[in-house]
Nanobody, 124 residues
């Protein structure tokens, strides 16, 4: 466990923006996937975005494409999720997660380390 800590959540109006952050004391070199997941009340945890290190590619859920951007800053041990044009359906708890050695996947159980989450609420 890496002790991932998310921050940056809050209440925002539709069309607004938030920038989520995820930090740890270190990001070991064996991490190959950095992901952001979210979970809305009564729904399953879903993958929002994920970056696979050895491929150098970032995947996004269709619902957030062209609105969300994942950024990894290894020098600062920081993972970000820039969220623009937020919609009420984006409401939920947002989690960062990492996976050792393997590629990105939408299966939450495949990720080794998790933060405790940060609440995002999009409402007028």
């Amino acid at each position: 466990q890496l002790g991932l800590v998310e921050s940056g959540g809050g209440l925002v109006q539709p069309g607004g923006s938030l920038n989520l952050s995820c930090t740890a004391s270190e990001f070991p070199s064996n991490i190959n996937a950095y992901g952001w997941f979210r979970q809305a009340p009564g729904k399953e945890r879903e993958l929002v975005s994920c970056f696979t290190v050895n491929v150098g590619a970032t995947d996004y859920a269709n619902s957030v494409k062209d609105r969300f951007t994942l950024v990894l800053d290894n020098a600062k041990n920081m993972l970000y999720l820039q969220m623009n044009n937020l919609k009420p359906d984006d409401t939920g708890i947002y989690y960062c997660a990492t996976r050792r050695y393997r590629l990105c996947t939408s299966r939450p159980t495949a990720f080794n380390s998790w933060g405790k989450g940060t609440q995002v609420t999009v409402s007028s």
